[in-house]
């Protein structure tokens, strides 16, 4: 079954103790991304990832980071989470296309509390 | 820079009811449209989508027709059921060629009552 794995599914944490949470596609897409959904807001790209070892910024990475060591994972860490960064994360990959469309593959959400 | 502008919600409405959910759009270029949908406590899952002007997109009983001229890519469906509560998102991708890829409407929460 194509998927899109997300752990830990729901996470409370106090500010500063650095966490990563663990993102895993089985369907060899070269994209991934993380996103952040508040009220009110949608979701917003945090870091997206085109292949291996290839990552940049999206519109909010600030006291994110990303690794992109294999095709298939896509962690993202924070180093000292603050109560600010208290939101529902969402992980997607998808093939990568200069045209044209296609779908993008959502995880499930963790959900992160830092208190 | 892209942008997608959703009507506000909650959008609470009575089975059978007749389903509008507006979605206009500010982008470069040509962009493909997206509807994505997010039942509680799962991710987002595609609805539908259009890749070009007058295209229509479909599925499970919604449409949204892309509107050029109005940049616009309303939701609707003609009778709603209460497995349709949900929340949804209206999307872009431009043509660009930009990997930043999809940029989100801010969501509308819809609640069927039986």
């Known amino acids: 079954e194509a998927q899109v794995t997300q752990n830990p599914r729901y996470l409370i944490t106090v500010t500063g103790k650095k966490l990563t949470v663990t993102c895993s596609q089985n369907?060899?897409?070269?994209?991934m991304s993380w996103y952040r959904q508040d009220p009110g807001l949608g979701l917003r790209q945090i870091y997206y990832s085109m292949n291996v070892e290839v990552t940049d910024k999206g519109d909010v990475p600030e006291g994110y980071k990303v690794s992109r060591k294999e095709k298939r994972n896509f962690p993202l860490i924070l180093e000292s989470p603050s109560p600010n960064q208290t939101s529902l994360y969402f992980c997607?990959?998808?093939?990568?296309?200069?045209?044209?469309?296609?779908?993008?593959?959502f995880g499930p959400g963790t959900r992160l509390t830092v208190t | 820079g892209d942008s997608v502008t959703q009507m506000e919600g909650p959008v609470t409405l009575s089975e059978e009811a007749f389903l509008t959910i507006n979605c206009t759009y500010t982008?470069?270029?040509?962009?493909?449209l997206f509807w994505y949908v997010q039942y509680p406590g799962e991710g987002l899952q595609l609805l539908l989508k259009a890749t070009k002007a007058d295209d229509k997109g479909s599925n499970k009983g919604f449409e949204a027709t892309y509107r050029k001229e109005t940049t616009s890519f309303h939701l609707e469906k003609g009778s709603v059921q209460v497995s349709d509560s949900a929340v949804y998102f209206c999307a872009l991708r431009t043509s660009s060629g930009s990997a930043r890829q999809l940029t989100f409407g801010s969501g509308t929460q819809l609640t069927v009552l039986p």
């Open positions: 997607a990959s998808s093939r990568l296309a200069v045209v044209g469309s296609y779908e993008q593959y």
């Open positions: 982008a470069t270029g040509y962009p493909s």
């Open positions: 369907m060899n897409h070269e994209y």
